[in-house]
């Protein structure tokens, strides 16, 4: 077996040479949400029902072209990879029976990745359960298995699903998200994490629900662990670890009323039933519920919503025959008639509720369940099982938990739990620009602030001008971090979920060519990131397939850093060029050239293709049927925001670093016992996007530094390599300063690019 790559010693990534290794990393792919065959984007409802019959054998993309991929990911400067993967591209066709084709598929492409030298962890993804309940992860039997019928939650609103949704294009955006508060989702997550304590009489092939979905869903996971380990080339050298569950949900577990919307859930769009409405549109009745907007102060009732399901059950009805399935329900279990009546939760003959409270504690314990009590039981329970599994396979990995978004992490420190390779995961998005897709430079609020009480009326919480808003989003992803090292213990903090809509404003730089408002976003995301002190970070998303028109083509989200109808930074044309050295005061050229052709050839690619896969749109002679409106200015998709250079390896510790975007300069200080050696540099991701040599001004308080090409690790990476003496120690960096996002053709464009001519060729975006 193969020495681990990555360690974790004193909260800190490490390399096997003991540096500290800063983990900057994207999700690969979002198309993995979807299947292949058929290709089924989430706008589409022909066939959707026929679940049992996808695969997922070309996802994240196919093997062929994975070496572009990875290729354009390494030269953004990305050096890890969460790699998602769902329980449904596993056992989509039914209960235990998985899919090979599927992994040896994504054998071969982690085998892809690592010739890229990617840490790579993988991550069983998941939203709002299912793609049948208008999210992504879980095969269609398993809503067969808790009794449902997704082909009736439409009538009756248990989800709202974009691939049966009457509009496809109308599909109110962000509008998915919803779903967790509705009697599907709702349902199935109580079930999954509580099932044994709220629903006893759900029974299942001699075991309750709870157990029977948890156990096939690790031991899908497990599954998977097991033929990456019998592969042989891939654990501890590409694939380092595996994370939880993504955005594991309690469902109505610790629901004090379910006749009200409980404080803790503001997001309000659409129409937004009380559980309990749910329950009665779920068994047909009709109800008026209220409906909600999103607008720039936060969510705003608009009225109210006759939902009349017309008798339709989102149960399946009694008497179903689903034997093809092979399980066997037990007679105490009825079909076609609510289970939360089935266990008293109300009475059907007269539509009242009997016990609004009945999720409110547990019922061994007597505890009131709010979420710390939900995530330090029922989580920690699934956790615990999901963690020997990996490790039964994978042994001594890095275990990466997600516990549920934006809430307390676990208490663990200090007890069995606190696990000497943890890593805790958590997400944050600036909730405002994604529901509005709208980046105000002018307001925003301090949620995190808010869902800890850290003001006494939520006015405080707004943060005016950009400064303060960019100061805001990186206080509060340094108070998450705080938060699960001062409840977890000493572990690393590895943000796996950011990023910012593409498609703002109604898509108005689609029309433009002008990226400023995503670049601004993004940005601060970023700067709040490097800032915060994480050991790592991920961004959401890169897509294959995001077009202009549907974007990742899931549910209206834009968030890829690609489209294949924007441009891409182009990767460098020098085939060779000499070292620069350097001591604390001067540039120096020096050394003998570098060769930097990019030697790809094992992998079906040349210097010759991958520059155009780098460089040029997807361009075909046929007609095409977009919008032209949306595709006839091209952009760089906010690119220099993402392109960012990065401490990839520090002979020490990091204390801080950070790039400023508009002064085009870098900043890092670090602390070291001891000098580093002549081995072991640290190591700067130096995007010549932002830092042609000619135009690179770098201060240092001590030690020699040089700037020069590698290709090492598959593809073509301008580096700059410190050898700094031991104590604290600073390096600046400037570059070129420009303007970024102008409109192709415009004055600006032309100006710019007789810049880059007068740079003989340094300008990576030419």
Sequence with gaps: MASFRLTIEDGQFRDGQGRQVVLRGINVAGDTKLPSEPNQPSHVGDDFFDGDNVTFHERPFTRQDAPMHFARIKRFGFNTIR??????????AGPGIYDEEYIKHTIEVLRIAKTYGFYVFMDPHQDVWSRFTGGSGAPMWTLYACGLN????????????HNTYPEPDQFPKMIWSTNYYRLAAGTIFTLFFAGKDFAPKCIIDGVNIQDYLQSHFINACAHLAKRIHEAGDLENEVVIGWES?????????????????????????GTCPTMWQTFLTGMGRACEIETWDMGGLGPYKTGTKLVDPHGEFAWLPEGYDDSRYG???????????????QHGVWDLSTDTILRKDYFAKNPNTGKTIDYPEFTNTYFMDFWRRYKTSCRDHHKDCIMLMQYPTLELPPQIKGTEDDDPKLVFTPHFYDGITLMTKHWNSSWNVDVVGVLRGKYWHPAFAIKIGETAIRNCLRDQLATLRQEGIDRMGNHPCLMTEFGIPYDMDDKKAYKTGDYSSQSAALDANYFAAEGSGMEGYCLWVYSSTNDHERGDQWNGEDLSIISVDDKLPATSSILSEPAFDQSTSSLVKGGSAIVAAESLEEVGVTPGNLQRTLTNPSISSAPSDKNPELTNAPGYRAAEAFIRPTPTTVAG???????????????????????????????????EYHFPKQDCEVAVSAGRWEINFDNSQGTLLQLLKWWHPGGEQTLTIKGLVRKYNVAEGSPEDSGYLEQCQANAGNCCIM
């Design 83 to 92: 790699y998602l993967f769902t329980w449904e591209a596993i056992e989509a």
């Design 150 to 161: 997704p082909q009736s939650f439409a009538a009756t609103e248990a989800s709202i699903v």
């Design 245 to 269: 569950m993504n955005e594991p949900n309690r469902g109505m577990t610790g629901y004090a009323d379910l006749t009200v919307i409980p404080k803790e859930h503001p997001l309000k769009k």
């Design 327 to 341: 399980w066997k329900r037990d007679a105490g279990w009825k079909l076609g008639e609510c289970i939360w009546a």
């Design 653 to 687: 510790k990091l204390i801080s670093s950070g790039f400023d975007l508009r002064k085009c300069t870098f900043n890092i200080k670090v602390s070291a016992a001891q000098a580093a050696a002549d081995d072991t540099p640290t190591v700067i991701f130096l995007p």
